[in-house]
Structures are given as C-alpha cells and as structure tokens.
Nanobody, 114 residues
Framework: QVQLVESGGGLVQAGGSLRLSCAASTTLSSLMAMGWYRQAPGKQRELVATQTSGGSTNYADSVKGRFTISRDNAKKMVYLQMNSLKPEDTAVYYC????????WGQGTQVTVSS
C-alpha cells in the first residue's frame, strides 16, 4: 500500500508558474516509477511527466520545455515545476506511483486564467 498526497495547485495567470508537490508514504527508491497525470473537464486522464527509479524521464509533447519533474529522496517528495502555463493546462493533477500495481493521489486543481 502506497499513499500519495498532492499539494501546490491553485489559480494562476497565463504565463505564470506553479510547483506541485507529492508526498509519498514509502521510500521513493522502492518504486519503479513516479509521475504526474492530469485530467481536464470532459477529458480522459493523460500522462504529463514520469521518472523511473533509474532516472529516465518522459514528458508529454504538450509540456516539453515548460514542465520539469524532480524528486527529493530524503523528503520522499516528487515535484512538478510548471512554467509558462497556458489555459489548456487547466486540469486536476494527480501523482502516480508504480510497482506492478499503480497508486494515485487525490488530485490537486490547477486553473490557468486567460
């Protein structure tokens, strides 16, 4: 069982920045991968960014060059730095952990005004 808690969402103007945080209940090294997904109203959940235990990263084309996934193993935290935000980034953002099974956080709302 892995518990994940997201924070850092909010309302921001287009062009602004936010940093999302995900607190994990287990050591990050025990997980195969950590990542961020998002779901906009009326849309399916989509991948935003992932990082494997080996350090490999994967980003959605729509966020490449703007978003960065990172971690602090000592704090058992995963972050998503979001820069140059656009209205189309508006969604609920979810933290995800993988180790055969997948675990999800409760989500945090990000709203980008136009």
């Amino acid at each position: 069982q892995v518990q994940l808690v997201e924070s850092g969402g909010g309302l921001v103007q287009a062009g602004g920045s936010l940093r999302l945080s995900c607190a994990a209940s287990t050591t990050l090294s025990s997980l195969m991968a950590m990542g961020w997904y998002r779901q906009a109203p009326g849309k399916q959940r989509e991948l935003v960014a992932t990082q494997t235990s080996g350090g490999s990263t994967n980003y959605a084309d729509s966020v490449k060059g703007r978003f960065t996934i990172s971690r602090d193993n000592a704090k058992k935290m995963v972050y998503l730095q979001m820069n140059s935000l656009k209205p189309e980034d508006t969604a609920v953002y979810y933290c995800n952990a993988k180790l055969g099974l997948e675990w999800w956080g409760q989500g945090t709302q990000v709203t980008v005004s136009s």
